[in-house]
């Protein structure tokens, strides 16, 4: 049975845009696995570890045979042949893929826990999430959309991602919280 899971995909090094469409041509190329819906690309300042360049972040919908485990699999070997090197926790990274929702399902494995751990804080992965699916729950049935507006209340601006406008090399500022995505 096809199960529908949400990829995070971020970049923060080299030719950026370009590793995010390379690392979706590695994607669709798994076996039993298409690519059903792609979010816009945004522009996130970095999380966590601040000293580093700009990430670019987006996030896809899959439909897949694959188990989470054998998907987390297949993503890590993916970021491995891309050039990622694991040198420090949040430090610069020419590719990440989280895998941040599978179906209905909750995974808590020592190398895997789904839904991602970090999603409800993570504006970067909220915003283009709901950009593909603005009806999105938790398995626990918690809205992501009443997440997204709490989150961004307590955020300022200069740390809301930017939907990168890829025609123009310009950005689009993202809706002010509370109003719709
Ligand atoms: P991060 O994504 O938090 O910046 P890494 O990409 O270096 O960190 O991931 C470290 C480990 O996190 C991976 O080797 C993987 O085993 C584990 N992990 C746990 N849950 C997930 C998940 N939902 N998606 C991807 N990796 C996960
Ligand atoms: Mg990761």
Redesign the pocket.
């Known amino acids: 049975m096809k199960n529908k899971a949400y990829i995070a995909l971020g970049s923060n090094v080299g030719e950026k845009e370009e590793n995010l469409a390379q690392a979706q041509k590695h994607i669709a190329m798994i076996a039993d696995t298409k690519i059903t819906r792609t979010s816009s690309i945004y522009q996130t300042v970095p999380w966590g570890k601040t000293d580093q360049d700009d990430f670019l972040n987006q996030v896809i919908e899959i439909e897949t045979e694959f188990s989470p485990l054998q998907l987390?699999s297949v993503?890590?070997n993916i970021?491995i042949n891309m050039g990622r090197q694991?040198k420090e926790?949040?430090g610069p990274?020419i590719i990440?893929?989280?895998?941040?929702l599978y179906g209905e399902q909750t995974v808590d494995e020592p190398?895997?826990?789904?839904p991602?751990?970090?999603l409800c804080e993570r504006l970067f992965v909220l915003i283009p999430l709901l950009e593909i699916n603005p009806d999105i729950v938790l398995p626990d049935g918690t809205n992501l959309k009443e997440v997204l507006i709490r989150v961004k209340a307590r955020t300022d601006n200069k740390s809301i991602p930017n939907m990168l406008d890829l025609n123009k090399g310009s950005h689009i500022d993202t809706p002010k919280s509370g109003s719709r995505l």
């Open positions: 987390l993503l890590l970021e694991r926790k949040w990274r990440d893929l989280d895998i941040l190398e895997l826990k789904v991602h751990p970090y």
